[in-house]
C-alpha cells in the first residue's frame, strides 16, 4: 500500500510510460494525447466548415475511450490514491514567492492560477485560455504533443519529432524566463 | 464493449500514472523549465530510451498486434516549419498553463472548473488551426 501512496519516482513513471506506448501499439493504435481534440471538433460539427475536420472519425473513437479513462484514472488518483503536494527543488520555490505564487509545496497545483477566484479574474481566466489555446495550436500545428512527438516519435527515431520536442522547449524557456515576469 | 473496456482501462492507468508521478502538475512543469529537477527529464528520458528497445523490438521481430494484423508504425511527414513553429507555440502554452493535453484532461478530476476553461482553450485552438491551415507556413 505504500506504493500507492507515495509518489511514483521517475525510474517507474517513464517505464510504465512507454509500456502504454507499447500495449496501444500491440493494441494496433499509438500513444498520443492531443489527436482526440480534432476528433471531438469533428463531432461537434466542425466538418461542416473546415475541411481539417471532415474525416471519418469513427475510426478514432478509441481515443475518446482512452480520455474517458484518464479522466476517471485522475479522478481515482486525485480522490482516493492520497496525492501528495509535490515537494520542488528550494530555488525554485524562492522564484516563484517573487511571481507572488506561495501555495508551492503545499497544492497540486496552484490556488492562484487554479482557483475559482482566479478564474473568474480577467486576468486569471485568460491565463488559463490562452494556455490552453497554445496548447491546442500548436499540438495540431506541430502534428502531435508531449506523448506522440516526445514519447513516441523520439521512440521511433523520428528527426520531425526531435524539431518539435526542441521546439517545445523553445517555447516553454521563452514562456517562463521571459514572459513570466512580465506577466505575474 | 471489449474495444471500450480495453482502451478505457489503459486510460485509467494512464490517469493514475499521471497524478501519481506528478507530470501533470504545474510546478513540476516549472520546475522542469528551470531546470532544478531531474524527475521529469527522467521521466521522459527512460520512456524514450524503454521506448526506443520496444519499438527496435516490435520492427525486427515482425511482432502482430492482438488483432493479429501485422503492426506498421507510420514515420512522421519530412519537415521542419510546421514542428519548430508549432513546437514553440505548444512549448508556450506547456509552461502558462503547467499542462499538455493528457494532463489537462486527468486534472478534471479535481473538479476545479478552471480546468474546464483550459480544456475549452485547446478545443478552440484545435479548431483555429484547423481554419488555418491552408494559410500557415508548413
Not at chain 1, 97 to 110: A, D, H, R, V, Y
Not at chain 1, 123 to 132: A, C, D, R, V
Not at chain 2, 70 to 97: D, H, M, N, Q, S
Request: hydrophobic share 50%; glycine share 14%; aromatic share 14%.
Amino acid at each position: 500500500m505504500e506504493f500507492i501512496s507515495q509518489t511514483w519516482q521517475w525510474y517507474v513513471a517513464g517505464p510504465l510510460i512507454a509500456l502504454t506506448m507499447f500495449l496501444l501499439i500491440k493494441m494496433g493504435k499509438k500513444f498520443g494525447m492531443s489527436s482526440n481534440l480534432r476528433t471531438m471538433c469533428s463531432i461537434g460539427g466542425a466538418g461542416k466548415r473546415v475541411d481539417f475536420f471532415n474525416f471519418d472519425w469513427k475510426k478514432d473513437i478509441w481515443n475518446l475511450y482512452v480520455v474517458a479513462g484518464v479522466i476517471f484514472g485522475g479522478y481515482i488518483a486525485l480522490q482516493f490514491l492520497s496525492p501528495k503536494a509535490p515537494q520542488i527543488n528550494q530555488d525554485v520555490v524562492v522564484k516563484l514567492q517573487e511571481l507572488g505564487i506561495n501555495s508551492t509545496n503545499t497544492t497540486f497545483l496552484p490556488t492562484e492560477l487554479f482557483s475559482l477566484e482566479s478564474m473568474l479574474s480577467i486576468k486569471g481566466f485568460s491565463i488559463l485560455l490562452i494556455g490552453g489555446f497554445l496548447v491546442g495550436f500548436g499540438a495540431r500545428y506541430a502534428g502531435g504533443c508531449t506523448s506522440g512527438h516526445a514519447i513516441s516519435g523520439l521512440s521511433n527515431l523520428q528527426l520531425p519529432s526531435l524539431t518539435a520536442v526542441i521546439g517545445f522547449f523553445i517555447g516553454g524557456l521563452v514562456m517562463i524566463h521571459l514572459i513570466f515576469p512580465l506577466i505575474f | 464493449m471489449k474495444s471500450f473496456l480495453s482502451f478505457f482501462t489503459i486510460g485509467i492507468f494512464l490517469g493514475i500514472l499521471f497524478i501519481k508521478s506528478e507530470v501533470a502538475s504545474w510546478f513540476r512543469i516549472y520546475e522542469m523549465f528551470q531546470f532544478k529537477s531531474f524527475h521529469m527529464y527522467g521521466i521522459i528520458g527512460s520512456g524514450i530510451a524503454l521506448g526506443i528497445l520496444a519499438i527496435k523490438y516490435l520492427k525486427y521481430s515482425k511482432a502482430k498486434d492482438f488483432g493479429g494484423k501485422e503492426i506498421t508504425i507510420k514515420p512522421k511527414e519530412k519537415g521542419f516549419t510546421r514542428y519548430i513553429v508549432g513546437g514553440i507555440f505548444f512549448g508556450l502554452g506547456w509552461a502558462l498553463a503547467g499542462a499538455c493535453p493528457g494532463p489537462m484532461y486527468v486534472l478534471l478530476g479535481s473538479g476545479l472548473a478552471s480546468i474546464l476553461v483550459l480544456i475549452l482553450g485547446a478545443l478552440l485552438g484545435t479548431f483555429v488551426y484547423g481554419l488555418l491551415r491552408d494559410k500557415l507556413p508548413h
